[in-house]
């Protein structure tokens, strides 16, 4: 039973920690914990969204999925691809074929190098060519964008190109890191439309954002990043009554929405390393409570079809 | 076309101008020199034996009275001619001296020249590649070495080694002593040509290498090597399609800047080689007050220097993408 629910999920992410080592005052070594605990799963056909703020480690995970994090980093925990366990070995052999990432920008694209030259990886066989050819125009960008260089193009072109080239391959997983700041609504409406049509075609979709709002149009599930943990799972259609939702956290940021009174959260998340025990949020929450500080490690409960990661989730509505 | 046309033109000219500006400091300083030109071409001891009218007749050939600006205008209008005076120790055209030296250094240099680039390309890139491991510890205590090895000493250590102790490559010169000049093969010239220059080589690594490696691991921590990588590219091939480009413009222009030290090393390893290249005729000329032949190697050299910096601006506009556009534009 359990395993034939594995397979149905594409990306199965389970405890997983990713921790920086760093040296401090010469020898001192030190693990600075920037993921935490996190659990995360994508189902075919499904967009899930992680939203949380800058520095609260999104983009890390994307890199940990890949297995391309830094040297001086190290993951704990489990994933698991369709089933298998996700290792470093089998991430390499899975990276630009069934598992796809979509950066932020132009900067991820070789200055020096040809936009068709680095769709095609250096392969220059027919096939690849013609591929290589048919996602651009897909996306709406000629033939004569493979002899352009990244800086001739224009900063949705770059992203239409960033995009062609993870769905070169009909990757099964796509993660989209941080894929639309700097473009109107409009333009970023037209990228999400995208993921929403590859989603549509049987791949899941993990759209990385610190947008809320943006994330709201497109995804099925939003699971809520806070200081390096996932702090609540919840169904996109929670958020269209806050009483639904779970965490105060979310709750906050459901406020903080423009269309929703625009109101600020007190404080800062704190920085990666600084909370070591209980809950990230207490020093921001407003029902925060002396279990919330004195408990270890919280852990997450399931409520209403949705995950959160809260001792009092009920009184977390002020 | 048109652009690059324009470019290299405005290079050329200003060129010129720095040649001609080495060229009047060079006057000047030798103008500035305590060498009396009866004595450096007559003898002290020839001197003393003239009565004064032979030393008053002498002067007025040598042109001792002539001011030093008349002097420039008269060497510059010969230069442009096409002559550049006779050589006094080697009491041949200097024109015939500074080309039979420059074909045989020639060799050397670019040997040299090409060697340590290539050689500290590949060996930063690989120390880059493998940051942090035994591979990049190595070559990196390598290049410190050498960088802190005087090229004149390394240049005796070799000689100690491969010709005295292992007698596997000759002494010095640059043909076998003792034979005919239409005897000596291209073999025995290669022979003669290797340890001087693989000393210009190993000592001209360093620099490269060095740079390379800096630039070749901020390569490999950008964006786009990160993104290379998700894409499913392996480490070989992110270091030969994106590593080598990233790489290639700064190692062009250190390599243009490495023309004036493999010169500038070139006359100690030749004076230690006995090598009859053009840095031993800058120290030859040095020491014998020989001003004519020194005045034009001097300027010779800079237009060497000069040449290779242009060099390195008109390939930029090959490699760099960004000046290409914009010149095909």
Known sequence: MEKEKNRETILDIRHVSIYFTRYERGIRRRKLPVIRDLDLRVHPGEVVAVVGASGSGKSLLAHGILGILPYNSRMEGEMFYRGEPLTKERAEKLRGRQIALIPQGVTYLDPLMKVGEQLCRGRKDEETVRRCREVLDRYGLGPETEGLYPFELSGGMARRVLIASAVMDKPDLIIADEPTPGLDVGAARRILGHFRELARGGAGVLFITHDLGLALTIADRVAVFYAGETIEEALAADFEDPERLRHPFTKALFRAMPVHGFAPIQGSQPYPGTVSSGCPFAGQCQACQEACVSTEHIPVRQIRGGLVRCLYPEEGNV | ?329
Request: charged share 15%; net charge positive.
């Open chain 2, 1 to 329: 076309m048109k652009h690059r046309l324009q470019f290299a033109a405005k290079k050329i000219l200003r060129m010129a101008l720095l040649l001609l500006g080495v060229s009047v400091v060079t006057f000047l300083l030798m103008s500035a020199s305590p060498l009396d030109p009866l004595q450096t071409n007559v003898g002290q001891v020839a001197l003393g034996t003239m009565s004064q009218e032979q030393v008053e007749h002498l002067e007025a050939y040598w042109g001792v009275d002539t001011p030093p600006l008349e002097r420039y205008a008269g060497w510059l209008t010969d230069l442009l001619h096409g002559d550049m005076g006779t050589s006094l120790l080697y009491r041949q055209p200097v024109t015939t001296v500074i080309w039979q030296r420059l074909s045989s250094s020639l060799l050397l240099l670019l040997t040299a020249w090409i060697l340590s680039g290539v050689l500290g390309l590949l060996m930063g890139m690989a120390a880059g590649a493998c940051r942090g491991r035994w591979p990049d510890k190595l070559i990196r205590g390598w290049c410190l070495l050498i960088s802190s090895t005087p090229a004149f000493w390394l240049a005796i250590l070799l000689l100690l080694v491969f010709s005295v102790w292992l007698g596997w490559l000759p002494v010095g010169l640059s043909v076998p002593v003792g034979m005919e000049s239409g005897m000596v093969s291209v073999a025995d010239r290669l022979q003669h040509a290797i340890l001087p220059a693989l000393t210009l080589s190993i000592t001209g690594v360093a620099n490269m290498a060095l740079h390379t490696r800096e630039k070749m691991i901020d390569v490999l921590e950008s964006d786009y090597v990160l993104f290379a990588k998700a894409r499913g590219e392996s480490m070989k091939s992110v270091v030969w399609r994106h590593g080598l480009r990233g790489v290639a413009l700064p190692a062009i222009t250190l390599q243009a800047g490495s023309v004036s030290e493999i010169i500038g090393g070139s006359v100690l390893v030749e004076q230690v080689f006995s090598y009859p290249g053009l840095g031993q005729a800058a120290v030859t000329a040095g020491l014998g007050s020989d001003l004519p032949l020194l005045m034009s190697i001097t300027l010779i050299t800079s237009a060497m220097v000069f040449g290779g910096n242009l060099a390195a601006d008109l390939l930029y506009g090959v490699v760099d993408p960004k000046i290409r556009r914009r010149a095909a534009k």
